[in-house]
C-alpha cells in the first residue's frame, strides 16, 4: 500500500506504508541510533514527532516484551528506509510492522532516508505529515498543523496519578514498600522507564509524580533527593514545573536529565533556545570540563541551554559538546544540583555515563 | 624535527589481506601531518608504504633485529612506532626492547605499551585479567609440552578449539572433534607458536561471533568505531567469514552490553591505539563470551576503517605520539572531532576470497585458521544489494548466487554447510533453491536466520527471473525488484533471457545507480570527503559534472 510523506515546504517523498492507516502529523527529525527502535518508539521526548531513521533497516530484532520505554508508542509517526519482516532475535514477539499496526501508528517505508536528513540538516526542523490517503492529503495537514513549539507536549505524556517504582518494577504508590534504602521523588515530564530501572538497580525506590505537582506535594513525600526527567517540547512552556524546582533547591539534592537540565537552568534564571536540527542518536561526545575526559553519550534534544544565560547566575557549565560545543552539563552553585542534557539511562545508546547516577545517589545517601 | 621509526609490514602471506601495508602508510602520513619525520623499515619492496613519499627515509632490509638495531644506531630515532606493521611489527618491537637495544639508544616505544600487548596476547595474563575485571571467557587449558597436551586428552570437552598462541591469521589451529584430532592439530600448533605455547578451550561452535574495533587515548577516553556481525557463526576464522557492518541481529541492550564490555577490556589492557575484541554471543540468550584480543590495527581494523570512513590508522598514529581523540580532527567531516561513534546509514558486507583456483589440491573446508589471502567489501543502502555486489567483486566464476555446479547431492550439500567451504554462499543459496526450509538451513549450518531469509529473498528473485522465461508480461515488475536487490543488468538478462534495458524505459526505472557518501555521521553534518559509494536510491549526494570528463 502506498503512502506518502510530506514536508511543510512542499517536498513529497513517496514511499510504502509500514502501519496503520490514516494521516499523522508531526515535527519532522532524524536519530542516528543503529540499533534501539523500540526504545526510541516509546520514548516520551519523541511525542509530536515524525522520527526517521538514518540507519536504513528497521525491525531486524523484531519488538520484544521487554524493551518498552513506557507504555505506549510516542511519536507521531516513524520514516524508514526499509522495515525488516522476517526479524531474527530470541526475545523477538512480533514484527515491527506488526506492532505498528497494533498500536495505530502510521510509518513509512522505502523513503530515500539520507536525502531527507539532508533536507533537515540544511533547512532545519520542520512539520511533516506521513498519510496513506494521498499526497495531497500529506502535504495539506503538514501545513495545518499546529507548530510544535506550540503545544503543550509535557502535559500529555506525564503520568496522572503518582506512583512508584521498586526492585520489581512498576508498584502501586502506597504497596508495602520493598525494602530500599533510597527514596527518590521523580518530576514526570515524559521519564524513560529505564532511569526508574537503573536507580532501582541502585537501590533506589522511586515516587513517580505528575509534572504539575507543588515544592509542597513533593516535600510531602519526604525523598532524600529530586530528579527532574527527561520530556518532550520548548523548555520555555514550562514555567510551573520550573517554580517548583527552584523551590526545591537547596532542600534535597536535585539531577536534571535533558529537559530536567533545562528546568534547572530556568530555575536559576537561564534560557533555552531551539537548536536547528538538535541531537538524536547514541554517538555525541560530551567533555567533561572538570577532569578533561570525553564520553560518548546518548542524545535525544531539540533545545538546548544558552551558556550566555547562565553568566553571573548561580550556574556552572560543567560539560560541553565536542562537536558543537553546546552547554551538556551544569552544576549549581549554592545547592547540592547537577544537570545533564544527554541520557545517562541509555535505552537506547551507550551505557559510559551511568557513574552520574552512582553520584546522585551517593548524594543522596549523604542528605539523609 | 624529531625522528620516528616505523616497523612495516613484511611480507604480505596467506592469513593477511595486506591490511598492514594500507595501515602503516596511513600512520606515515599522518605522522608526517604532526611534523614528524619518518623512518621507514620494510623487508618488502612491493608495498605501498614503501613508496618514495610515503616516508622521509626508506630502509629494504630483513625485520631482524640486528638490521633493526643498525637502522637505530644510524637514525638515533626519538620513537618507535610498531603497532601498525601486525605481528611481524610486534614481535620485533618486542625483541628490541628485551635485547635491550630500545633502552641503549634511548628509543621511545610509542602507542600501546609492550605491556599491554603482552596481557592481550599471552593467553594465560590475559585469562587472569578478563577474571579480574568480570569479563567471561570460555573454560581452557593452556598446553607448554607434549607431556601437558597428553595428559589433557582424556578431559578436554570434544569438540574443542586449538589456539596457537602468538602466530599470524591463527596458523596451526582448529578444531578437534576427538582425541586424536586434538594429538595430531595440538602437536603441530606447539610447533608454530613462537613460544610453543597453546590453549585448548571449550568450543562456542554455533553461537554469534561479533567484533567491535574500539580506540583508546593515553587519557583513557574510549571509543568504538563499529562493530561487524559474522554471517558465520563460530568454528569460522573471522578473516574466513563473511562479515557485515553493523551488526543486524543485536538489539540494542546487546549491542550495548558487548560495547560496554569491549570498552572495559581495552581500559583495562592500557591500549592507546586501536584494538579489535571478539566475542561469542549466544543466540538464544544474553550470555556471551570474550574470545580474542587484538591489541593493534589489524585487518579487522582495516575493514573498519573502509566501512566507516573513521581512519583508524591515521588517528591511532596520532594517539601513539601523545594527541588525545578529543584533540584530532575527524579527516571526513572536518567540522567534528576523531572522538566520537562513526554512524552508518548503509550496510557493509564483506567476503573474503580464497586462492582455491590457484591452489587446486588444497583443503577448501574453512575452520580457526585463517585460508584467505584477500577479501572484497561492499557498501549499499540494502544487505541484498551489498551482498550481490560483493558477490560480484569476488571475480569468481559466479556474478551471482548461482552455482555452475549444481549436481551435488543433498546428503552432500548438507555436508557442506555443516563443514563449510569457500562456497558456502552458494551452498546456502542452493539449499533455499531445493526448498529447504529458512529453519532446516539454519539448523545445520548455525547461519541466523536473518541471512538465511536475505538469500532467500535474492533466490526467490532469481527464480522470478527466470520465470519470465516462460511468462515475459510481469517482466517490468519482476526487472525494476531485481534491480533494487542487487542483480546487475547483465545477470538479470542472462537470467530472464530478455533484454532488461529494453523492458524497462529509463522514464518508470532509473537504471543507473545513485551515489552516496560515506561520511562517518549519517548525514547529520556537511562533510568533505571523495568517498561515495553506488547504490538503488533516489537522490545524488555527489554532484555529477556538466561536462564528462574523458579518459584518454
Known amino acids: ?368 | 624535527m624529531e625522528k620516528i621509526l616505523v616497523i612495516g609490514s613484511g611480507p604480505i602471506v596467506i592469513g593477511q589481506a595486506a591490511e598492514f601495508d594500507y595501515a602503516g602508510t596511513q600512520a606515515c602520513r599522518s605522522l608526517r601531518e604532526e611534523g614528524y619525520s619518518v623512518v621507514l623499515v620494510n623487508s618488502n619492496p612491493a608495498t605501498i608504504m614503501t613508496d618514495e613519499e610515503t616516508a622521509d627515509r626508506i630502509y629494504i632490509e630483513p625485520l631482524t633485529p640486528e638490521f633493526c638495531e643498525r637502522v637505530i644506531e644510524r637514525e638515533r630515532p626519538w620513537g618507535l612506532l610498531a603497532t601498525l606493521g601486525g605481528q611481524t611489527g610486534l614481535n620485533l618491537a618486542s625483541q628490541l626492547a628485551d635485547l635491550g637495544v630500545l633502552e641503549r639508544y634511548g628509543v621511545k616505544l610509542l602507542g600501546t605499551p609492550l605491556e599491554a600487548i603482552r596481557k592481550a596476547e599471552d593467553r594465560e595474563l590475559f585469562r587472569s585479567l578478563m577474571r579480574e575485571i568480570r569479563e567471561p571467557v570460555p573454560e581452557s587449558w593452556i598446553v607448554e609440552s607434549e607431556a601437558e597436551l597428553e595428559a589433557l586428552l582424556d578431559t578436554a570437552p570434544y569438540p574443542c578449539i586449538i589456539r596457537p598462541a602468538y602466530t599470524l591469521g591463527g596458523t596451526g589451529g582448529g578444531v578437534a572433534r576427538d582425541r586424536d584430532e586434538l594429538w595430531e592439530t595440538g602437536r603441530k600448533g606447539l610447533k608454530l607458536s613462537m613460544r610453543s605455547q597453546l590453549m585448548v578451550e571449550r568450543s562456542l561452535l554455533g553461537w554469534k561471533e561479533v567484533e567491535y574495533e574500539v580506540m583508546r587515548d593515553s587519557k583513557g577516553n574510549c571509543i568504538t568505531v563499529c562493530n561487524m556481525e559474522n554471517l558465520d557463526p563460530m568454528g569460522v576464522h573471522t578473516g574466513d567469514s563473511i562479515v557485515v557492518a553493523p551488526s543486524q541481529t543485536l538489539s540494542d541492550i546487546e549491542y550495548h552490553m558487548l560495547r560496554t564490555a569491549s570498552l572495559k577490556i581495552i581500559q583495562s589492557l592500557g591500549i592507546e591505539g586501536g584494538c579489535n575484541v571478539q566475542l561469542a554471543v549466544n543466540p538464544k540468550s544474553f550470555d556471551y563470551y570474550v574470545i580474542e584480543v587484538n591489541p593493534r590495527v589489524s585487518r579487522s581494523s582495516a575493514l573498519a576503517s573502509k566501512a566507516t570512513g573513521y581512519p583508524i590508522a591515521r588517528v591511532a598514529a596520532k594517539i601513539a605520539v601523545g594527541k588525545t581523540l578529543d584533540e584530532i580532527e575527524n579527516a571526513v567531516t572536518k567540522t567534528t572531532k576523531a572522538c566520537f561513534e562513526p554512524a552508518l546509514d548503509y550496510v557493509v558486507v564483506k567476503i573474503p576470497r580464497w586462492p582455491f583456483d590457484k591452489f587446486r589440491t588444497g583443503d577448501r573446508r574453512l575452520s580457526t585458521q585463517m585460508k584467505a589471502t584477500g577479501e572484497v567489501m561492499a557498501i549499499a543502502r540494502s544487505f541484498e544489494e551489498a551482498m550481490m555486489k560483493a558477490v560480484r567483486g569476488l571475480e569468481v566464476a559466479s556474478k551471482d548466487l548461482t552455482h555452475p555446479d549444481t549436481s551435488l547431492s543433498d546428503e552432500a550439500l548438507e555436508d557442506r554447510l555443516r563443514h563449510p567451504t569457500d562456497e558456502r554462499l552458494w551452498h546456502l543459496a542452493e539449499a533455499l533453491r531445493r526448498g529447504w526450509t529458512v529453519k532446516r538451513v539454519n539448523e545445520v549450518s548455525r547461519v541466523d536466520p536473518w541471512f538465511i531469509e536475505k538469500l532467500l529473498g535474492l533466490v526467490e528473485v532469481e527464480s522470478r527471473l527466470v520465470g519470465l522465461r516462460t511468462e515475459p508480461s510481469a517482466a517490468r515488475e519482476v526487472f525494476r525488484e531485481a534491480l533494487d536487490s542487487g542483480f546487475d543488468l547483465s545477470t538479470v538478462a542472462r537470467l530472464s533471457g530478455l533484454a532488461p534495458e529494453e523492458a524497462l524505459d529509463s522514464a518508470s526505472v532509473r537504471l543507473e545507480p545513485s551515489y552516496k557518501m560515506v561520511d562517518t555521521c549519517a548525514g547529520e553534518f556537511e562533510s568533505d570527503t571523495p568517498y561515495y559509494y553506488a547504490t538503488r536510491e533516489v537522490e545524488d549526494d555527489a554532484a555529477v559534472p556538466q561536462n564528462p570528463i574523458s579518459v584518454l
Open chain 1, 1 to 368: 500500500m502506498e503512502a506518502w510523506l510530506a514536508l511543510s515546504d512542499g517536498t513529497v517523498y513517496p514511499g510504502r506504508s509500514l502501519g496503520a492507516q490514516g494521516t499523522s502529523v508531526g515535527e519532522s527529525v532524524f536519530t542516528t541510533g543503529m540499533t534501539g527502535y523500540q526504545e526510541v518508539l516509546t520514548d516520551p521526548s519523541f511525542a509530536g514527532q515524525l522520527v526517521a531513521f538514518t540507519y536504513p533497516l528497521i525491525g531486524n530484532y523484531g519488538v520484544n516484551d521487554d524493551d518498552f520505554e513506557s507504555d505506549r508508542v510516542q511519536p507521531s509517526g516513524i520514516i524508514v528506509k526499509e522495515a525488516c519482516d522476517t526479524p531474527s532475535n530470541w526475545r523477538s514477539r512480533r514484527t515491527l510492522a506488526e506492532f505498528l499496526r497494533d498500536r495505530g501508528v502510521v510509518a513509512i517505508q522505502g523513503v530515500d532516508t539520507r536525502a531527507l536528513v539532508k533536507r533537515i540538516r540544511s533547512g532545519g526542523v520542520l512539520m511533516g505529515a506521513v498519510s496513506t490517503v494521498g499526497p495531497d492529503q500529506a502535504l495539506r495537514a503538514s501545513r495545518e498543523a499546529a507548530r510544535y513549539d506550540d503545544t503543550d507536549f509535557v502535559g500529555q505524556v506525564t503520568t496522572r496519578r503518582p506512583y512508584a517504582w521498586g526492585r520489581q518494577g512498576r508498584e502501586e504508590i502506597d504497596a508495602p514498600a520493598s525494602p530500599m534504602p533510597v527514596r527518590m521523588a521523580v518530576v514526570d515530564c515524559g521519564l524513560k522507564h529505564n532511569i526508574l530501572r537503573r536507580f532501582a538497580a541502585l537501590g533506589v525506590r522511586s515516587i513517580v509524580l505528575p509534572s504539575t505537582v507543588t515544592a509542597d506535594e513533593v516535600k510531602d513525600w519526604r525523598p532524600d533527593g529530586v530528579l527532574f526527567s527527561p520530556g518532550p517540547g520548548d523548555p520555555a512552556r514550562l514555567g510551573g514545573v520550573v517554580a517548583t524546582a527552584r523551590e526545591l533547591l537547596g532542600w534535597r539534592p536535585v539531577f536534571g536529565i535533558c529537559l530536567g537540565n533545562q528546568i534547572l537552568c530556568q530555575a536559576v534564571g537561564g534560557r533555552t533556545f531551539k537548536l536547528k536540527f538538535g541531537h538524536r542518536g547514541g554517538n555525541h561526545p560530551v567533555k567533561d570540563l572538570l577532569d578533561g575526559s570525553v564520553t560518548i553519550t546518548s542524545q535525544n534534544h531539540g533545545y538546548a541551554v544558552d551558556p550566555e544565560s547562565l553568566t553571573g547566575k548561580d550556574a556552572e557549565v560543567t560539560q560541553v559538546n565536542v562537536n558543537d560545543g553546546t552547554v551538556e552539563g551544569i552544576r549549581l552553585k549554592g545547592a547540592e544540583a547537577m544537570g545533564v542534557q544527554y541520557h545517562p539511562e541509555a535505552a537506547p545508546g551507550p551505557w559510559d555515563s551511568r557513574k552520574y547516577f552512582a553520584a546522585f545517589v551517593e548524594q543522596m545517601t549523604a542528605a539523609r
